[in-house]
């Protein structure tokens, strides 16, 4: 391993089989096909079970922050659950955002999601590639809108961070929080790897299971936030994504689970 990376190298007297792996989503938010290809492959049983969840703000909640969504011109997601949460406050506040309001997509997908809500064919979007950082070009070209960024209690500094480098104009409204998820129902469960994704669902694994204690399950983390999350919790980060050779978590997992179940690869 070379010595500039900040990736864990992997602990071969953890190298146990794996046959069953717990990811701490829900099936929809991760490439769910991916990962039942790998179930299927391997002969592994992959379960899903979000270990966080969100609750929307109510609107007495809402009208504390005192926002008047009217007066934006741009509203900027960086999730379906953004999507959600947004037009469900505009729906009880009966408030219809005009025909002119822009909107600015972390990624395509996030983008089509919108035409739940919308007419998509006669809005102005814009979408980015995966990440906080491909709108940036895009917000660059739009400075003199005012933009709204719906999120909740808990989350990533990029954004609010860029536009007020940047001198924009834009509100930040909490319109969800991030809770635990009662997980009461695994405690006699056990899981050969857990995946996590986020910080919160290593959080939500200690408010479950105060007493946890890692022993021989392997864990996965996605995203350097989630591992610090992981070592700062003096739990052992076994498998780490996206790296050079895996970029997705299903990548990072099958490498893995090569070495730990002892899979010749054919040349």
């Given at each position: 391993?070379?010595?500039?990376?900040?990736?864990?190298?992997?602990?071969?007297?953890r190298l146990n089989k794996v046959g069953s792996?717990?990811?701490?989503?829900?099936?929809?938010?991760?490439?769910?096909?991916a990962y039942l290809e790998l179930a299927r492959?391997?002969?592994?049983?992959?379960?899903?079970?979000?270990?966080?969840?969100?609750?929307?703000?109510?609107?007495?909640?809402?009208?504390?922050?005192?926002?008047?969504?009217?007066?934006?011109?741009?509203?900027?997601?960086?999730?379906?659950?953004?999507?959600?949460?947004?037009?469900?406050?505009?729906?009880?506040?009966?408030?219809?955002?005009?025909?002119?309001?822009?909107?600015?997509?972390?990624?395509?997908?996030?983008?089509?999601?919108?035409?739940?809500?919308?007419?998509?064919?006669?809005?102005?979007?814009?979408?980015?590639?995966?990440?906080?950082?491909?709108?940036?070009?895009?917000?660059?070209?739009?400075?003199?809108?005012?933009?709204?960024?719906?999120?909740?209690?808990?989350?990533?500094?990029?954004?609010?961070?860029?536009?007020?480098?940047?001198?924009?104009?834009?509100?930040?409204?909490?319109?969800?929080?991030?809770?635990?998820?009662?997980?009461?129902?695994?405690?006699?469960?056990?899981?050969?790897?857990?995946?996590?994704?986020?910080?919160?669902?290593?959080?939500?694994?200690?408010?479950?299971?105060?007493?946890?204690k890692q022993n021989n399950t392997r864990i996965?983390?996605?995203?350097?936030?989630?591992?610090?999350?992981?070592?700062?919790?003096?739990?052992?980060?076994?498998?780490?994504?996206?790296?050079?050779?895996?970029?997705?978590?299903?990548?990072?997992?099958?490498?893995?689970?090569?070495?730990?179940?002892?899979?010749?690869?054919?040349?």
């Open positions: 391993m070379q010595e500039n990376s900040t990736h864990t190298p992997i602990d071969t007297t792996i717990l990811v701490t989503q829900s099936a929809q938010e991760t490439t769910n096909v492959k391997y002969d592994i049983k992959i379960d899903f079970r979000p270990f966080i969840e969100t609750e929307p703000l109510s609107l007495q909640e809402f009208r504390k922050q005192k926002i008047n969504l009217l007066d934006y011109t741009a509203v900027i997601f960086t999730s379906k659950k953004a999507i959600d949460h947004f037009f469900t406050l505009c729906k009880s506040s009966r408030v219809e955002m005009p025909a002119e309001t822009k909107y600015f997509c972390v990624s395509e997908q996030t983008a089509n999601y919108l035409q739940k809500f919308i007419v998509i064919r006669k809005r102005k979007i814009f979408s980015g590639e995966k990440t906080a950082a491909d709108l940036f070009p895009l917000i660059k070209k739009h400075k003199n809108e005012k933009y709204l960024f719906p999120c909740s209690h808990v989350r990533k500094d990029e954004i609010p961070e860029f536009l007020t480098k940047n001198e924009y104009k834009f509100a930040e409204m909490i319109l969800y929080k991030t809770v635990s998820s009662d997980l009461s129902d695994l405690a006699n469960v056990n899981y050969d790897v857990l995946v996590f994704y986020s910080p919160s669902g290593i959080q939500s694994l200690f408010e479950n299971f105060p007493d946890f996965a983390a996605f995203g350097p936030t989630t591992a610090a999350a992981v070592r700062n919790a003096n739990l052992i980060l076994d498998i780490e994504a996206p790296l050079p050779n895996a970029p997705s978590m299903t990548g990072a997992l099958e490498a893995y689970i090569k070495l730990a179940n002892d899979i010749k690869v054919e040349n």
